[in-house]
């Protein structure tokens, strides 16, 4: 039997009202060199039923007990027999044309760690049209590898506008080698409930050896579920994020020579924001997200944090991790944005 190309793993908690649409898009792939894994990740409404009833050759279903959903990707990653793994959310679209889109890749570009793909927002699928997308060109390709690898890295931090793709923030569309997750030991972390996409992400596009990127969309990315965790405030947001900040220290420390002043601006970035998003969040759950939200862009725009890419500020980022970030904490709580910002653009000028 030969190998299959391409396995999509498609975690399921109370999903059932977006399983029909799912298996729909699934259905209309016209290619046979796939399989597609769904996980029920202890699902309490009918999503079991649905998803018994969908059980063919290609579309293969396991109930496991709730572990979440780094668990239920870690879990159909190891049934998957795919060469490829490509990782979906149970209330999003998946193009018809993925697996076309990943045999063209292959055919330009040999055996990639990872392929990125274009993807669209949409709010109601009633008004996505997907046959749209699926008639463009199949643009142009951009290949990272070991001797352009620091261009990648820089793309984590301020990505190039003409990659229209998340490169750092999430993991659904992407199709991962196998063989390159499982020698890596590259499985999501169980502990985060929130951001472990980002997190995963990172790993794998710092360890990765060659990175392909296709300019044609393969997946729609809903933003109209409410029940969607996007849409709610998570308690360990801040320690989770800081996993985060701590893992690129490691994986960014090669390339500080090249990139450390947007290292700086994302690391404050991250870290400032993340308290502002926390201290706006501690009395109030799940009615003010808009309010919070351009809270925390009016800081990550502000002239505050593009001063700190001046190299006189070093010296705070040179700071062991706790004092760092006691001065953080210190800037946030007393509300020193507007004053530190005058203080930046004077230090520039001297």
Request: glycine share 4%; charged share 30%.
């Amino acid at each position: 039997m030969n190998e299959i190309l391409l396995s999509i793993v498609i975690p399921c908690f109370n999903g059932e009202k977006y399983i029909a649409a799912m298996c729909a898009c699934i259905r209309q792939i016209p290619d046979e060199d796939y399989e597609v894994i769904f996980v029920n990740d202890g699902s309490t409404d009918g999503s079991r039923e649905l998803l018994e009833a969908v059980i063919s050759d290609r579309i293969k279903v396991f109930h496991i007990q709730n572990r979440g959903v780094s668990g239920a990707r870690n879990y159909g990653l190891k049934k998957a027999t795919g060469k490829y793994i490509m990782f979906a959310d149970i209330d999003d679209i998946i193009s018809s044309l993925t697996v076309t889109y990943l045999k063209k890749t292959l055919k330009n570009n040999k055996e990639p760690d990872i392929c990125l793909y274009r993807r669209v927002l949409y709010q109601n699928i009633a008004e996505l049209d997907m046959q749209t997308y699926d008639k463009e060109k199949y643009y142009f390709e951009k290949v990272w590898d070991e001797s352009n690898k620091v261009d990648l890295m820089r793309n984590l931090l301020r990505q190039d506008e003409k990659y229209e793709v998340d490169f750092g923030g999430h993991i659904w569309g992407r199709p991962y080698k196998k063989s390159f997750l499982l020698e890596n030991k590259l499985f999501f972390n169980e502990t985060m409930s929130i951001c472990e996409d980002s997190e995963f992400s990172l790993r794998t596009m710092a360890l990765a050896k060659k990175v392909v990127y296709s300019h044609a969309v393969n997946y729609f990315y809903c933003t109209g579920n409410a029940d969607s965790a996007i849409h709610k405030w998570h308690q360990n947001l801040l320690p989770t994020r800081k996993i985060i900040e701590e893992e690129k220290e490691i994986y960014f420390k090669p390339y500080f020579s090249q990139l450390g002043a947007l290292l700086r601006i994302s690391h404050i970035n991250g870290f400032m924001s993340l308290y502002v998003y926390d201290f706006a969040n501690r009395n109030n759950t799940d009615g003010i997200l808009k309010t919070r939200m351009k809270l925390v862009e009016a800081y990550h725009y502000s002239y505050f944090f593009r001063a700190f890419k001046d190299t006189k500020w070093d010296a705070l980022f040179k700071m062991e991790r706790p004092n760092k970030e006691k001065v953080l904490l210190i800037m946030t709580k007393m509300r020193l944005f507007t004053v530190l910002a005058i203080i930046c653009k004077l230090a520039r000028k001297r």
